[in-house]
């Protein structure tokens, strides 16, 4: 259920109506058509725990999940700034090999570039199965990655700040030859 706090004061009776949070749930698990327990589930899924996720650094979520499922591969070109590719089950022959990504009930067959902190806790999804297909059609046939990100929230603002800095220095430097030292070097090792 979702938290709810109550001021008591001077109140001698208090209602309070829980609303339920039905992605915050571990054991319950949100398809396409609506949400299921994970027990009840034929297919294969995973749900990633997104607490373990913010303990690696990356600008992105698709790098966070590098290693962290079964069956999900996540390559990266190594380019600054680039986002890394998605692979669930290995390449697919027919048209593309990315999963369809579903971000808060839209779909798209992108990368999503979405800042890790941005996702909600325990909400990332991946349907690794042909049943995927049966949910969202042809689009999902090499997999579905279901992403729910944060809301905003009834309250005084809340202001959450991360950095991270670097630094890089060689610690010493090798006297290197120029072209000419180099070229009375291999003179003399032939003479």
Do not use: C
Not at 21 to 31: C, F, H, P, S
């Amino acid at each position: 259920y979702q938290k709810e706090e109550i001021e008591i004061g001077s109140k001698s009776i208090i209602d309070i109506t829980l609303n339920e949070d039905l992605t915050e749930l571990k054991e319950i698990v949100v398809v396409g058509y609506g949400t299921q327990r994970k027990g009840d589930i034929t297919g294969a899924v995973a749900v990633v725990n997104t607490d373990q996720l913010k303990k690696s650094y990356t600008t992105s979520i698709t790098d966070q999940l590098q290693g962290r499922v079964a069956g999900v591969t996540v390559t990266t070109s190594g380019k600054p700034g680039s986002i890394g590719d998605i692979k669930i089950r290995g390449a697919s022959f027919f048209g593309g090999n990315n999963p369809l990504y579903v971000i808060d009930g839209i779909l798209t067959g992108d990368n999503p570039n979405l800042d890790p902190s941005d996702v909600a806790s325990a909400s990332v999804q991946i349907l690794k199965d042909a049943s995927a297909s049966a949910i969202y059609g042809s689009r999902a046939a090499n997999g579905v990655i279901i992403i729910t990100t944060k809301k905003g929230v009834k309250g005084a603002p809340k202001i959450n700040f991360n950095s991270t800095v670097g630094m890089q220095r060689i610690p010493s430097r090798i006297n290197l030859k120029n072209n000419f030292e180099w070229a009375e070097i291999v003179n003399a090792a032939h003479d």
